[in-house]
C-alpha cells in the first residue's frame, strides 16, 4: 500500500470526515485526522460505577456540546497564551466508533472540533 510507505496519518478536511471515507481509511489500517462536520453527533462514554440494576450497563452520558462541554470528561492537553486544548474519549454515532477528540480554544477566534481517528 503506497500511503502506509509515506505515513500511517490521514490528514483531511471537513468534508472528507463521513462514515463512508472513515471506514475506508481505517479498514486500511491508517490514522484518520479531521475536523468535524458541524452536525456531528457525539456523546460522553460513561465511566462510572456500574448501576447495580438488570439489564444492560450504561454505555453513554449524554450529548458532547462543543458551547458548553462537561469538563468531567475533558482534559487539558495544551495550555499557551493564545491556545488551549481539551482532550476526551466520545462515541461518535455516524462512524459507530469511539475516538479522540480535540477541542482547540483560541483567545480571539472562537471553538472548532478537531477529531482523530484510531482503529481498535
Known amino acids: ?48 460505577q456500574p448501576m447495580g440494576k438488570h439489564g444492560a450497563p450504561k454505555k453513554y452520558d449524554g450529548k458532547v456540546d462543543p458551547k458548553s462541554r462537561d469538563m468531567n470528561h475533558f482534559s487539558k492537553a495544551v495550555a499557551c497564551n493564545k491556545l488551549t486544548i481539551y482532550s476526551a474519549r466520545v462515541y461518535c454515532v455516524a462512524f459507530e466508533t469511539t475516538v479522540n477528540l480535540a477541542i482547540a480554544t483560541f483567545k480571539k477566534t472562537g471553538k472548532k472540533l478537531q477529531e482523530s481517528y484510531t482503529s481498535q
Open 1 to 48: 500500500m503506497y500511503f502506509k510507505e509515506l505515513s500511517s496519518y490521514l490528514v483531511a478536511d471537513a468534508y472528507s470526515s463521513k462514515p463512508r471515507v472513515v471506514k475506508t481509511i481505517l479498514d486500511l489500517g491508517l490514522h484518520f485526522i479531521s475536523r468535524l462536520r458541524d452536525d456531528i453527533s457525539l456523546t460522553y462514554i460513561y465511566r462510572g
